[in-house]
């Protein structure tokens, strides 16, 4: 056997058993998911495995699943912009940190949220923001308000914890951006004669925007994906795409409705990343 | 003059954002304290009953215990396929190689509830469902991206000249392997074997979809008891975790450099 096919083998059989197991439980559930998108589901729950697009006219017709997509939509555009507005100041703060103790301490309380289950995350905001909780309790002790202000249940209490669960994802990347970057870039311009202001405008920023945009995908397909979170802080009712899914599939246990808006989902989570990296690409380009 | 006035504000910004990351955690750690019999602020009074009736709560415990029986069937198998892709797709270039790339890291950035609902039909046809076998599976796709991240930290920065060097000085393959290859990566394998076993301890996208009564990990009795009522034992429960993830993060920190997670 000649050394070429020697290695190839060998890296065949070191990939195999990932493979192997994504191919079973990742690819052939997703194939088997679309195509019970195209069966349907008769009024005695009965399903019907002959191709139709009949659940994704319901889809197409019903004003419910508009509204969710809307809702879905709204909150990603929140949650992105928010992230990067919050996240991208803390992450330069935290990189530019002098002392190396409290970089590392700025890095955990960043990576810390990643090995906490989204659970208690979400529950934290459910003790925050309840009636009775620490927000409304403060309020009230304060005196600013007489009545608690009812936050569970609303779309800004969604916003608010769907961000938390989220910036970490928009961090690390930034952070990496930043790292990467070579500081005799910023002191070059700033030997030239720019101000520490221009320098972060004409040449940090567009040098990080590698991160930004990888971050911001990422937070956006989380964003169109999160259920647990909105589920404990809102409820079922709150119109969301992800919830819609949930809802129908575990609720109303008609799986092939449920796959197809799966595939509606996934399609447009392609689409909505594809539209904002064009966006933030064409930013970039604008910046250098 | 003006630039430091803004240098105070980023400072000021963004230590309120480490707070905002910071909050939620910490109201729940301190609420575990709190003695009053629902949720209340300000506190009523510094009890440790919660932590007692957790100890003491049969339920509970069959849920700590199941979470980690899988955690400890997921961590090592992630491990294991992880560190081979991960050693393959670093030190090789290949055709596909991209293809594998992405398939690998798709479950990462698959919508959850999407993963999830693949995996209910497709483990309902299987008879999967509710299963000790269906959770630990699911588990393992939603672990693999980050181990395969995580190890292929070590593995870029192993120097290949020093496994070439152990082999021109006699060692044989498995020699080098075990004993030039395993050292050199073990800081990236144990910190792809933490945020594996976290991951899978605190799975719950997917854990929602395809446990059952009979399989109710940590963090799904969690969420069945948060969807009914406010049950202090909760904050008892969640302080766990994040003491854990305090333990680990130091852990993280030694191993490879909090740094370089991302």
Not at chain 2, 184 to 195: D, E, H, K, Q, S
Not at chain 2, 238 to 259: E, K, M, N
Request: net charge positive.
């Amino acid at each position: 056997m000649s050394r070429g096919w020697r290695q190839r083998l060998a890296v065949g059989g070191l990939l195999a058993p990932a493979v192997v197991l994504l191919v079973l439980f990742f690819v052939l559930p997703s194939v088997d998911l679309f195509r019970l998108s195209l069966a349907w589901m008769d009024p005695q729950r009965a399903i019907h495995p002959d191709v139709s697009l009949s659940n994704y006219r319901a889809f197409a017709v019903n004003p419910y699943f508009h509204r969710m997509v809307w809702g879905s939509l709204k909150l990603t555009v929140w949650v992105a912009c928010l992230c990067l507005l919050l996240g991208y100041p803390a992450t330069y703060y935290m990189v530019h940190a002098r002392s190396t103790m409290y970089r590392t301490v700025l890095y955990a309380v960043v990576v810390s949220p990643l090995l906490i289950s989204v659970i208690v995350r979400s529950y934290g905001w459910v003790v925050l923001l309840a009636n009775n909780g620490v927000v409304n309790g403060t309020l009230v002790a304060l005196g600013i308000v007489h009545q608690p202000i009812r936050m569970l249940g609303t779309f800004g209490s969604v916003v608010v914890a769907t961000v938390h669960v989220l910036l970490p994802f928009m961090m690390l990347p930034i952070a990496s951006a930043l790292q990467g970057l070579d500081p005799a870039l910023e002191r070059a311009a700033q030997n030239l004669g720019a101000t520490p202001l221009q320098t972060f405008w004409r040449v940090t920023l567009p040098l990080s925007m590698p991160g930004v945009v990888a971050g911001t995908s990422l937070v956006i397909a989380l964003t169109l994906g999160i259920f647990i979170t909105p589920l404990l802080v809102a409820g079922p009712l709150q119109p969301l795409f992800a919830i819609g899914i949930y809802y129908v599939t575990l609720s109303e246990l008609n799986f092939p409705l449920g796959a197809a808006l799966s595939f509606v989902l996934l399609v447009f989570t392609l689409a909505v990343i594809g539209l904002a990296s064009r966006l933030l690409g064409l930013i970039h380009r604008r910046m250098v | 003059m003006r630039y430091l006035r803004l240098r105070t504000v980023l400072n000021v910004f963004s230590i309120l954002v480490y707070l905002f990351l910071l909050a939620p955690l910490v109201v729940v750690v301190l609420a575990s304290f709190n003695s009053a019999d629902f949720l209340s602020f300000p506190p009523q009074g510094f009890s440790l009953r919660w932590y007692q009736s957790v100890w003491e709560s049969e339920l509970w415990g069959e849920s700590f215990r199941l979470s980690l029986i899988i955690m400890g069937l997921v961590t090592p198998l992630a491990l294991l396929v992880g560190t081979l892709a991960a050693y393959a797709l670093v030190r090789n270039s290949f055709p596909g190689k991209g293809a594998i790339t992405t398939l690998i890291m798709a479950p990462m950035v698959m919508p959850q509830i999407i993963l999830g609902i693949a995996l209910l039909t497709y483990f309902s046809d299987l008879g999967l469902l509710d299963s000790l076998v269906g959770l630990v599976l699911g588990h393992l796709i939603v672990t693999l991206p980050f181990t395969v991240r995580l190890v292929s930290i070590s593995v870029h920065n192993l120097d290949p000249t020093l496994e070439r060097a152990a082999q021109n000085l006699g060692a044989t393959p498995l020699q080098t392997f075990r004993m030039v290859t395993m050292p050199l990566l073990r800081p990236g394998l144990v910190a792809g074997a933490i945020f594996a076993a976290i991951l899978s301890f605190g799975e719950l996208a997917v854990t929602l979809l395809i446990a059952g009564a009979r399989t109710t990990t940590l963090p799904l009795r969690i969420f069945n008891y948060t969807e009914y009522n406010f049950d202090p034992t909760i904050n008892a429960v969640s302080t766990i975790f994040v003491l854990l993830a305090l333990v680990l993060i130091i852990g993280l920190d030694r191993l490879i450099g909090l740094v370089r997670i991302g």
